[in-house]
């Protein structure tokens, strides 16, 4: 099947495969630029996506270089984080910080949990108004060269979509990696590449916030034998809390973050609540109250060389962003906003183009490499502690002892906290 001739499109067009964070924002930095983005997403609709995520100050910096109205909408979803606190199992109290209750003055941003799908429907919603085009329910399966300088997107259909460059940001299941993988002759099966359970899975849900947990938006987390608790408020209207619970498995539960039936959601909670028993009665409110739960596995790969991230011979003009080039675990609740950050310095180290203009081959390679050499070491280093934190959260019963010790240590040493979180949320610039 041929080639669908694209929209005329007087400026460069770029095939972004993905419409989950970094797919949206990078279209729109783009467009910005003088680029002809097209999205390919293969959901056939975004519904209730995942459970909720917490976006820190480099996330939401990174989201104002394309509209600080855009960051501010995000950011009134929900309340600015003024808090951080280790608990036990029945609440008392480890260790915590204030620190987030100045990162508004400090960063220009404040952190705030959100609901993934209210994300991901404002970003579409901007992306649509933005005119950049948006197919839905379009599966990658090929990218194919072209002659002149192209490359071409073959669908699951058929369909094909060419354009000057393709950007991956299609997840940690990323058919785009795999494609580009297979470019420099790595099979994505062999030598570990694959999706990997990591032992944990989370059962996560929304409820309303529990009295006892209204006053101060904190992040907490609750550490118990083989279990970790975490939640934080998604909403102040109704005021909302999103937790989710970490324990180990044997068994990878399939990753699809689908919503339970009515029942299923009766006989987890049933379950949950009887294994919190003698836990801090918050905990037990959040799950006695959720209006909606999901399970699933959590999965991360080796890490990547940055090399990696681009294509090579053919696909040349293919590069891989967020968890198509890094997927982590999301302990250190980075993953979207590293994926933000990667559409920020993908975008600053491409060309501003103009009518007509098509851009280099070499030019688009040095802006691919520089990025991806750019932002190895970071997100490598994430993605490794992301893996760690959740081997230390998640411990039996002999070791909950030295666990919440080092968890309480780790707290007293304010400048090394302070100096953490310094080194994290610089990022990608100061404001």
């Not at 080639?3 to 460069?12: D, E, H, M, R, T």
């Not at 993988?181 to 990591?198: A, C, I, M, Y």
């Not at 040349?316 to 609740?333: E, N």
């Amino acid at each position: 099947m041929a080639a669908l001739p694209p929209p005329f499109s007087p400026s460069p067009r770029v095939l972004i495969i993905g419409l989950g964070i970094s797919g949206p924002l990078l279209a729109l930095l783009l467009h910005a630029k003088g680029y002809t983005p097209t999205i390919l997403e293969k959901v056939t609709h975004l519904g209730s996506a995942g459970a909720s995520m917490m976006i820190f100050p480099n996330g939401l910096k990174s989201i104002s270089s394309i509209s600080p109205s855009l960051a501010a909408e995000i950011a009134s979803l929900s309340c600015d984080l003024e808090m951080l606190v280790d608990m036990k199992s029945d609440g008392a109290v480890i260790g915590g910080s204030e620190l987030p209750a100045a990162w508004r003055r400090e960063w220009g941003m404040p952190a705030v949990g959100v609901r993934r799908t209210d994300v991901n429907l404002l970003l579409k919603e901007r992306v649509v108004e933005a005119g950049i085009e948006v197919l839905e329910g379009w599966r990658l399966v090929d990218i194919v060269c072209e002659q002149g300088g192209s490359v071409t997107a073959v669908s699951a259909t058929g369909e094909r979509r060419t354009g000057e460059f393709l950007v991956g940001c299609d997840g940690i299941h990323s058919k785009t990696r795999e494609v580009v993988l297979r470019s420099h002759g790595v099979d994505e099966g062999v030598g570990g590449r694959e999706p990997e359970f990591t032992g944990l899975i989370q059962t996560a849900g929304m409820a309303p916030t529990p009295e006892g947990l209204k006053g101060v938006a904190g992040m907490r987390n609750w550490y118990g034998p083989d279990t970790h608790v975490i939640a934080y408020s998604v909403s102040m209207n109704p005021h909302t809390t999103s937790w989710a619970i970490t324990t180990r498995s044997s068994t990878p539960e399939i990753e699809t973050w689908k919503e339970l039936s009515a029942t299923g959601l009766d006989d987890v909670k049933r379950e949950l609540l009887e294994k919190f028993e003698s836990w801090d009665e918050n905990v037990r409110d959040m799950v006695g109250g959720a209006e909606r739960v999901i399970k699933y596995g959590l999965f991360d790969r080796g890490a990547l060389e940055g090399r990696y991230w681009v294509g090579n011979g053919g696909l040349r003009r293919c590069v891989l962003i967020g968890d198509a080039a890094h997927p982590t675990s999301p302990h250190l609740g980075q993953g979207g906003n590293q994926a933000a950050e990667d559409a920020y310095h993908l975008a600053r180290l491409l060309p501003d183009v103009g009518k007509g203009e098509g851009v280099d081959e070499g030019i688009l390679r040095g802006a691919f490499e520089k990025f991806a050499w750019g932002r190895e070491e970071r997100t490598g280093i994430l993605v490794k502690g992301a893996r760690a934190m959740g081997e230390r959260r998640v411990v039996g019963k002999e070791e909950c002892e030295t666990r919440d010790e080092m968890l309480r240590k780790g707290w007293e040493d304010k400048e090394a906290v302070e100096e953490k979180w310094r080194g994290l949320l610089r990022e990608p610039f100061l404001m």
